[in-house]
């Protein structure tokens, strides 16, 4: 796998997204460089799973440009796709198939060659830990499981970027250490990835750079240790997002 320092790996210029309810995302600029592992994090509603739905081609924005290694999503959706895996918050697949299966019928529809798309979903299966799952259809995955066949779809084609919404959620303490592995491993080997999770410390433990969304805008971006600025990356994230009102109100029926 080859990555070029010069292209970012993803350039979101302008982003604009309105629904019914107002403005989700609100002209958004973000640049993640080639070879970085990226966070995105930001409180409910702030807009990121709107932004990276956009940012990949799942959704069209109502203004602004994104570019996956200088090829853009909306211009050049075949050339801009081809290099990217993603895992999307709540992600749809053939559920009357095993895991096998979908990773043989979507690797096929993708163009790889058979012996290749059984060689990756071999490899895949094994290392997530789905392997003795050959009799268990899509649909009777747990929320884990079905994360992980996710993540294994993602990386089937070997891409160069990989955008992932929430990848640990409902994962279990052994299959994410499995999942962190793999994942360091993909950027060491000069891949990038774009990580969205609500899990302060996981960002910090696997990221080196983050931004921080509220109310559909970036916050703050920058290297890890620049952005949470000599605190911890939960406190610098109240502090850009939270509730600036220490009065918070207690519950008087659960006193004693």
């Known amino acids: 796998m080859s990555a070029s320092t010069d292209v970012p790996a993803l350039r979101l210029n302008g982003l604009v997204k309105r629904f019914s309810h107002g403005l989700a995302v609100d ?17 409910n509603g702030a807009g990121k ?21 200088g090829q853009d999503v909306w211009a050049a959706p075949e050339r801009a796709k081809a290099t990217v895996g993603v895992l999307p918050d709540g992600l749809a697949m053939p559920e009357r198939l095993t895991g096998r299966e979908v990773l043989t019928y ?8 058979e012996d290749v798309v059984t060689s990756r979903a071999e490899e895949l299966l094994a290392v997530l830990e789905l392997d003795g799952k050959d009799g268990t259809l899509v649909i009777e995955y747990s929320t884990g499981m079905r994360k992980k066949i996710g ?30 592995k793999i994942l360091r491993g993909f950027v060491a080997g000069g891949g990038s990835i774009v990580l969205s999770s609500h899990v302060m410390a ?3 433990q696997l990221c080196d750079r983050v ?13 890890v240790d620049e952005v949470r600025g000599g605190l911890s990356l939960e406190d610098a994230f109240v502090g850009l997002v939270g509730d600036q009102d220490d009065d918070v109100r207690e ?3 659960l006193s004693r």
Not at 27 to 42: A, I, N, Q, W, Y
Not at 51 to 69: C, H, K, N, Q, Y
């Open 49 to 69: 799973t709107t932004t990276l739905s956009m940012a990949v081609g799942l959704l069209r924005p109502d203004a602004g440009r994104a570019e996956i290694f």
């Open 106 to 113: 979507l690797g096929l529809l993708r163009g790889l060659a």
């Open 202 to 204: 996981l960002v910090e």
């Open 251 to 253: 519950l008087s029926w």
């Open 151 to 180: 993540l294994a779809i993602a990386l089937l084609h070997a891409p160069r970027l990989l955008v992932l919404d929430e990848p640990f959620e409902a994962v279990d303490p052994v299959s994410a250490a499995s999942i962190k």
């Open 27 to 43: 002209h958004v600029d973000l640049e993640v460089p080639g070879g970085s592992f990226f966070g995105l994090v930001g409180p």
């Open 211 to 223: 931004a921080v969304m509220d109310k559909g805008r970036v916050a703050a971006v920058g290297t």
